[in-house]
Nanobody, 121 residues
């Protein structure tokens, strides 16, 4: 599986962005998918995850209600809709796939290259 993330950019606080992660390879729908982010000088942290069937979603508490993860298996894509963005959301955002939705980077087998999100105050 190869992943390609895009959709990042510069946005003012309170604004919105929609990140996309396009996957190539077979059986994409059998994999869970997740979004993580990494700010300068910090470890990669969990943002959201979704099961292969899109039946269940998971979020870190600080992003619940602002971010929405979704997927379209027919298009082999996963999305992250981010609303009410804050300067502290500034980071490189990565998508990953693994067998199960997980809060841990070690549970993801494949990663995209990351897309930069910068939120100005």
């Amino acid at each position: 599986v190869q992943l390609q993330a895009c959709g990042g950019g510069l946005v003012q606080a309170g604004g919105s962005l929609r990140l996309s992660c396009a996957a190539s390879g077979r059986a994409f729908s059998t994999y869970a998918a997740g979004w993580f982010r990494q700010a300068p000088g910090k470890e990669r942290e969990f943002v959201a995850a979704i099961t292969g069937s899109a039946g269940r979603t998971y979020y870190t508490d600080s992003m619940k209600g602002r971010f929405t993860i979704s997927r379209d298996n027919a298009k082999n894509a996963v999305y992250l809709q981010m609303n009410s963005l804050k300067p502290e959301d500034t980071a490189v955002y990565y998508c990953g796939t693994g067998w199960l939705p997980s809060y841990y980077t070690s549970d993801y087998d494949y990663w995209g290259q990351g897309t930069q999100v910068t939120v100005s105050s």
